[in-house]
């Protein structure tokens, strides 16, 4: 009887081991995949690579030229592997392109993989190609100037490159208004002066701006209504002055504070809540023909800020208050704002019927003060170029009625605000410090494709 029982015990062992060998294959999870970041680069292809997955009979890669893979490259849906790496062929040069990579066990397939992005070198336009050329009929294409960098090299490089100039600090309050009825019209007019006898347009910034008050104006005892005269004398004698010759105003700019609400400036102040609708009629006075601006930074990204700078272009059209246009700076970092949170800022403005101006763009290199660069990788060169390249081309696409001007915040990288703001090195502009065009020229060439 013992050894009955024995052999029963033992049989139902075997048994059991037997359907648990059995059951194994089905029953452990595929794992997803992980994917490495991209080899071998060059314009026209790269190699795609990812880690072994236990059990795995092949493999599914996509590559796409969208991050949510909404397009897929030819032959890149699902395209089934046998390795652990495949080279994606018979790409476009200067291109972000997607990859990620799915495990397949018989009818099993795993969870996707993380996403990886490549660039591919090179471009797919002729990099020597001048920026007002390519944007010709289009729109402006512009550059923060100054009355002192307007001959020998600087000359060359605006009249060839640039279709719009706009005075970078000169045409500002601070500059120009030295006293109660009293101004300073030299650097303005060498400036507009300059634009006439080369055809270029100019666009004035900025007639109100908190950053550029002068300092007789911040001590100013007399009363508020005295105050509030002697801002619209200002607007009235400066946009007067130059009727015919500068085609658009910033008339007021960055009324709104980071993280939204107004901002208190000696304006508001003084002036009271309706101050910006008073400077936008007091400029239209002067000059019926002339666009209006209101410029701001940081709305793609800061939406407190947004919905308060929409809601005071809300505002002022809802009163009959006369703008024209919207300028978004585009003081931006490699990696923001994104393609998206960009779109959705533009729509907002195009909601508005109203102009755009993409205004005051730079990108930087250094997006974080804890990760600064001394030099420029080839890496942070790419994503640089590309940023540019993703800022014209949401531009270029916005129908032509809505469009202005895109303007570049200087010529030259050590001439760039950037540096002293920030008290780091950059690269943020088209050229180098010999006027030499930079891998971001052909980003910007590429948007306009």
């Not at 303007?407 to 780091?424: A, C």
Request: charged share 20%; proline share 2%; with cysteine.
């Amino acid at each position: 009887m013992k050894k009955i029982f024995v052999g029963i015990c033992t049989g139902i062992v075997f048994f059991l081991n037997a359907c648990s060998k059995d059951d194994a294959p089905s029953s452990a999870i595929l794992a997803t995949p992980v994917a490495n970041p991209a080899t071998e680069i060059n314009d026209t292809s790269f190699k795609a690579k990812w880690n072994f997955v236990s059990s795995a009979q092949n493999y599914l890669l996509d590559v796409s030229l969208s991050r949510d893979f909404t397009d897929f490259v030819t032959n890149y849906n699902a395209k089934s592997v046998n390795d652990l790496n495949d080279i994606v062929m018979n790409l476009i040069g200067g291109t972000q392109y997607y990859y990620r990579v799915r495990a397949v066990r018989g009818t099993e397939i795993s969870n996707y993989s993380n996403v990886i992005s490549v660039i591919t070198s090179g471009t797919f336009v002729n990099a020597d190609t001048l920026l007002k050329v390519k944007a010709a009929n289009n729109f402006f294409v512009g550059a923060a100037v100054s009355s002192s960098r307007l001959s020998g090299a600087y000359n060359t490089l605006i009249t060839t490159e640039f279709s719009s100039i706009t005075a970078e600090n000169e045409m500002k309050m601070e500059t120009i208004f030295t006293g109660p009825g009293t101004y300073n019209w030299t650097q303005a007019d060498a400036i507009v002066d300059y634009a006439i006898a080369n055809n270029i347009n100019v666009h004035g910034h900025a007639l109100v701006w908190h950053g550029s008050v002068p300092s007789w104006m911040n001590s100013y005892t007399g009363t508020d209504a005295e105050f509030e005269q002697l801002v619209h004398d200002y607007i009235t004698a400066v946009v007067t002055r130059y009727v015919g010759k500068v085609t658009s105003w910033d008339v007021v700019n960055e009324a709104i504070n980071d993280g939204g609400g107004t901002r208190n400036t000696i304006f508001l102040q003084k002036m009271g809540a309706n101050y910006i609708a008073k400077c936008f009629q007091w400029a239209r006075e002067a000059d019926p023909n002339v666009l209006l601006f209101y410029n701001d930074y940081n709305t793609s990204t800061d939406i407190s800020k947004q919905n308060d700078v929409y809601a005071l272009i809300d505002d002022l059209k809802t009163n009959n208050v006369p703008i024209d246009g919207v300028g978004l700076q585009m003081h931006i970092k490699y990696d923001s704002p994104t393609k998206q949170e960009l779109q959705t800022d533009v729509d907002k403005v195009l909601a508005r019927n109203l102009k755009l101006h993409f205004s005051e763009l730079d990108v930087r290199a250094n997006s974080n003060d804890s990760q600064v660069l001394n030099t420029l990788t080839p890496e942070r060169k790419l994503a640089q170029k590309m940023k540019y390249r993703e800022v014209v081309e949401v531009y270029n696409a916005i129908p032509a009625t809505y469009k202005y001007a895109i303007t570049v915040w200087g010529m030259k990288y050590n001439e760039s605000w950037i540096l002293n703001q920030f008290n780091r090195v950059d690269w943020p502009l088209l050229f180098d410090n010999s006027f030499n065009r930079k891998v971001t020229h052909t980003g910007f060439l590429e948007g306009l494709e």
